[in-house]
């Protein structure tokens, strides 16, 4: 027995498969343990998965419903409702979606230990400031109702403490990603079944595009390399695993024949053995979506930003060009095409890499050291 058995777990998330990475690797600690674990989010396939690992789901349509402030108000009323009704000993809320309706209802149904936690940046830094502003202030809300918030990188545990969240609330646990989940898999089957799934032939070259910012810049970026690289290589497909099947995204893939986007956020399980690279378009650290795949084996293309060298060792993993050199990034997407070889050892190294920097299960460590915390300590915020 430990400190954490028979005590009830609820994480809220916006989508279940956001609680994927890392937080897949923590659910499946905290049920180790002992702990009864319920995941309330919108519903979806994933359901199934977590039921199978004797994890309890509760659908929600919208955790943080659109329009005015009534609306907000009535979904926030029914959470706190929705929580107290499972009286859990501790409630863990997950992005910038449940935050502050997630804290805030958890602490209005008087549940005893509040974890929240910032995945990817706090705010988008290149965004509007309107947005930045009001960004810092609903995690400072959300953290002002937490007994601890939990953080992926070092620039937001300092930033955090410059909108005066206490130093002791504080937890840098690292980013990580579910290596069981997401790994290797080039079966002729699992790739057949993957480009299957994304519409493209069994020969092209298949090139996965992550991290691109959901903007204008995204979209025009990804159009300038989809006609150079057309170009050059026709048959070379780009697919775009972070986008949404409306607005500029689908002008893109209609103008430029060689670009596929897929259904989704990652279009989750199994898609990447349908890849034979990645282009990590990351700015400041990297994006889920990139760490999925260099944990999947791929090789990475990735421009000079912090997270791009972050994601990727030049000549080791893949290649690193200049930000905004469309003819350097297309010669490299296209030297890697060209050479099996080389992409089967980049790849090797991307999950060795991943392995040594990004691996879930020691986040899933230290936030179980966090619920025991909670465990054994009055939760005062």
Do not use: K
């Not at 402030?69 to 009323?77: D, F, V």
Request: charged residues 20%; glycine residues 12%; neutral net charge.
């Amino acid at each position: 027995m430990t400190d954490l058995a028979g005590r009830r777990l609820v994480h809220v998330a916006a989508t279940g498969p956001g609680l994927s990475d890392p937080s897949g690797p923590t659910l499946a600690a905290a049920v180790a343990e002992g702990m009864e674990v319920v995941v309330v989010s919108a519903p979806g396939p994933f359901v199934a998965g977590l039921r199978e690992q004797g994890i309890g789901h509760v659908p929600l349509r919208r955790v943080d419903p659109p329009g005015s402030a009534t609306r907000r108000l009535l979904a926030g009323r029914g959470l706190v409702r929705l929580l107290a009704g499972l009286g859990p000993d501790i409630v863990h809320t997950h992005g910038p979606v449940p935050a502050p309706l997630g804290p805030v209802a958890a602490r209005a149904a008087t549940v005893p230990g509040v974890v929240h936690s910032v995945h990817g940046p706090l705010v988008d830094p290149h965004g509007p400031p309107g947005h930045r502003v009001l960004g810092y202030g609903i995690e400072r809300l959300a953290a002002a109702c937490s007994r601890f918030v939990l953080v992926e990188h070092p620039d937001d545990v300092a930033l955090l403490r410059r909108l005066r969240v206490p130093a002791d609330r504080i937890v840098l646990v690292g980013a990580g990603v579910d290596l069981e989940r997401y790994r290797p898999r080039r079966s002729g089957a699992d790739v057949a079944r993957a480009r299957a799934a994304l519409g493209i032939g069994p020969y092209a070259p298949a090139v996965g595009v992550v991290g691109c910012p959901p903007d204008g810049e995204g979209p025009r970026a990804l159009a300038a390399v989809a006609t150079r690289l057309y170009d050059v290589r026709p048959e070379i497909v780009l697919v775009v695993l972070d986008a949404g099947a409306a607005g500029p995204w689908t002008a893109v893939a209609a103008d430029c024949g060689n670009v596929v986007l897929a259904e989704g956020r990652v279009a989750e399980d199994g898609l990447h053995a349908g890849l034979d690279m990645v282009v990590a378009a990351d700015r400041d650290r990297p994006s889920p979506s990139t760490l999925r795949a260099l944990a999947g084996g791929l090789p990475a293309v990735a421009t000079a930003t912090p997270g791009g060298r972050q994601a990727v060792d030049d000549g080791v993993n893949g290649r690193v060009v200049p930000v905004g050199a469309v003819g350097a990034l297309v010669d490299a997407v296209v030297e890697l095409a060209g050479d099996p070889a080389l992409r089967g050892t980049m790849g090797v190294r991307s999950r060795i890499r991943a392995e040594a920097l990004w691996d879930g299960r020691e986040v899933a460590r230290s936030t179980l050291d966090v619920y025991r915390r909670l465990a054994v300590e009055p939760s005062t915020v």
